[in-house]
């Protein structure tokens, strides 16, 4: 992960939001499988927001399986070799996605050593999402972490085992596991790597709606430890975070590990779980979401992207402060 981070310049830009694109194109996520019901129902919807985010600056877009679980393809009565190969077509519309935009980009440029400088400036990834056993639920106890005492390791484990075989043999490049709420959860994910041995790394990626803890209440310091001592995980940090909570999260994961920080906070709405909608939070709103992304930068996070509610534009303006932000940087340097 350094070597990528520095062969894009020193950071890397996350994608933003599916759900959210995929809504405004007119997809319906009103299903518990929410945007994995498109890999099914639309997919050219999905590979055309993959190259909105790319077109937008992003380094790494992540798969549209999030909530596809080979458990929930099994509930809508598809097969189990229908599943695999739904989650294996989630990371290749986004491969296919950025073949698109390299050959784009190709076309435009009309020097072959120009384009390939260009190439060299923007290298993608493409992470397989993985969503915590909450978002299976669809309950939306990724927001509350408890799963109650029912749910052990040794559950998790084997709800997530054949998924992220399938996804580490799929052609992506890294494993994303995104908004894990718990100890409970990072532990399963951290011994699913050893013992099944995927062989691509992976990042964990917590959630927080206190600044101080992951929402289940666990330290965000133990979580982001367990992430350090795997040696697979090449990057840890926090999605689906109201903005103002970033800064002291980045501060007290620093703390604990020296792995690249990736940050993808939400828009800071608040997701209403009965209601399956956002609402407008009261309090303190985070309307200046990208003014945040330099201090952030600066406090160590070296991945920076959205997660719901953002979009491409977003995406584009944490990329211009970004390389606005690197280059005077470099001009203070030389
Ligand atoms: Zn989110």
Same mark, same amino acid.
């Given at each position: ?9 020193? +950071? !890397?830009?996350?994608?933003?939001? =599916?759900?959210?694109? =995929?809504?405004? /194109? ?20 999905? @590979? ?36 695999? !190969? ?26 072959? #050593? ?6 060299? %400036? /923007? ?22 972490? #408890? ?15 054949? @998924?992220? %075989? ?17 100890? =409970? ?30 929402? $289940? ?28 909570? #970033?800064?002291? =999260?980045?501060? !007290? ?19 209403? !779980? ?5 609402? %407008? ?10 003014? +945040? ?25 944490? $990329? ?15």
């Amino acid at each position: 992960m350094t070597d990528f981070i520095g062969k894009c310049g020193g +950071y !890397a830009v996350i994608d933003g939001g =599916l759900a959210t694109e =995929l809504e405004r /194109h007119g997809a319906n996520l009103n299903d518990p499988l929410w945007s994995a019901k498109c890999l099914v129902t639309s997919p050219q919807l999905i @590979r055309r927001v993959h190259l909105d985010y790319l077109e937008a600056g992003a380094n790494i877009i992540i798969s549209s399986s999030y909530q596809a679980t080979l458990q929930g393809f099994e509930a809508k009565g598809l097969s189990r070799v229908e599943g695999e !190969a739904l989650l294996r077509k989630s990371v290749e519309i986004a491969c296919e996605a950025r073949e698109i935009y390299y050959s784009r980009d190709a076309k435009v440029s009309s020097a072959v #050593i120009e384009n390939r400088e260009n190439l060299k %400036q /923007h290298p993608v990834f493409v992470g397989a999402s993985v969503g915590s056993y909450g978002a299976y639920l669809a309950d939306g106890s990724e927001y509350s972490g #408890i799963y109650g005492d029912a749910v052990t390791l040794e559950t998790l484990k084997d709800f997530h085992r054949r @998924r992220v %075989q399938v996804l580490a043999e799929s052609g992506a490049d890294l494993i994303a596991f995104e908004t894990i709420p718990n100890k =409970l959860e990072a532990k399963a994910y951290a011994e699913l790597l050893q013992e099944e041995d995927i062989k691509i790394p992976a990042w964990f990626s917590f959630n927080s709606k206190d600044g101080t803890n992951v929402v $289940s209440g666990d330290s965000i310091s133990e979580c982001a430890s367990i992430a350090d001592s795997c040696k697979q995980v090449v990057a840890v940090g926090i999605n689906c975070t109201p903005p103002r909570f #970033i800064h002291g =999260l980045i501060q !007290a994961i620093r703390e604990v590990t020296a792995k690249p920080i990736l940050i993808y906070p939400n828009s800071g709405e608040t997701y209403d !779980a009965d209601r399956k909608e956002w609402v %407008q939070s009261t309090g303190v709103v985070d309307e200046d979401f990208v003014s +945040y992304v330099g201090k952030w930068y600066e406090a160590g996070a070296s991945l920076i992207g959205g997660c719901c509610r953002t979009t491409p534009n977003t995406i584009r303006a944490i $990329s211009k402060a970004l390389s606005s932000r690197s280059s005077s940087v470099t001009t203070l340097e030389f």
